[in-house]
């Protein structure tokens, strides 16, 4: 008989404990000041207890991630719940001091300086070209700050559009850009001239373009939102994704994710970063071995001073591994689609990205065994090879161009 009522006792007991943190944690979230810049953490847990009290946001295999206070990063430590803070991202570069063409939404047509960029001109081998081609069919995915939904030259591309920085859930049909940057990649990628045929011209302008804004309006992005926007891609049919935003270390977050869409043979495409001209200075997630790294040329073909640079000298020879560039293309001076649909020129290895994924749908080997590594056999075969001679820490196999 007590050994029954101290078992009940203590199954109260336990029962009420669990009570009180529950509202302690509830009480916590409606009461503490907003979360700020940096309480975003991976709980590592799977209990669907954790989730509802901490308010999970995307889960993962092994936790999940929510934005925690104080408090509740006292309440998890306590109860030996293992907590991680999520890493940040940037996009590059930072738009604060980019040149732009205009500074207002637009009541009539803008056109471009020029409707075939200097950086395509490059590409395609061909001063004279008049209009850009190909990408038909292909889906390429691009995890930035949004786009301008609306732009002439951009909305006849648009396929996908959803928000992953939103403090709920993913929020499908939304991906405004309040930064630009976004909408500068899209351009560069896929604009199409628009419908009057007055706009400007991207590198493959027939691909699809599945829009995920990953990045608030001031161009910071938590990992997080980057990894499920990368799975989401996988699992929606993207061919080709883009990542024009990087940081200093990785995140496992993002590696989980890369390697996934690997697996469903999607190409994986990001900017080096503009910390050169210093040996290993690549940002990640570009340092990634199963990520195609671009650092950036200018009009000359030659390597800018703060283009990031790899470790190539210091691994093998042509064989692609971790911190390694892989390939430099334009992005000194680049003119592209803008937030108030018209142009703005902005220089970064975010520019050169894109002109490596567009091309990559201009040549996407959909008949292929594996198509994204012939595409990117492709990509590497189609070089031109700058100095230093062979496999170097400033562009790896070099110039691509067809």
Known sequence: MVDLLSLTLHMNTKKTT??????????AAHS??????????????????WKKSFGARPNFDNGFT?????????????FGVEVEPVKKLNV????????????????????????IPWGIKAVYNDSFISKSSGGLGVNVAILDTGVLKTHPDLKNRIKACKDFSS?????????????????????IIAADGGSDGLGIYGMAPEANLFVYKVCFNNGTCWADDVAVALRTAADEGANIVNMSLGSD??????????????SKNILVVAAAGNDGPYVGSIDYPGADANVVAVGAVNKDIQIPDWSSRGNNSTSKPYVVE??????????????????????AILSGTSMASPHVAGLAAKLWQKDALNPASATREFLQKFTIDLLPIGDDDNSGFGFPHL
């Open 32 to 49: 503490s000041y907003a979360a700020t810049d940096d309480t975003r953490y991976f709980v590592k847990s799977t209990s669907g207890w």
């Open 167 to 187: 403090p709920a859930a993913v929020v499908d049909g939304k991906c405004d850009d309040k930064n630009g940057h976004g909408t500068h990649i899209a351009g």
């Open 322 to 343: 971790e911190k390694d560039i892989e390939l430099a293309a334009p992005g000194v001076n680049v003119e592209s689609t803008w937030k108030d649909g018209g142009y």
């Open 66 to 78: 929510t934005d925690l206070t104080d408090f509740q990063l006292r309440v998890a430590k306590i």
């Open 249 to 262: 270390n990785p995140s496992q977050l993002i590696t989980d994710a890369t390697n996934y869409a690997v």
């Open 18 to 27: 669990y009570l009180v943190v529950f509202l302690l944690l509830l009480f």
């Open 92 to 115: 590059l570069p930072d738009l604060s001091q980019a040149p732009i063409t205009s500074g207002r939404v637009q009541a009539k047509r803008i056109k471009p300086s020029e409707q």
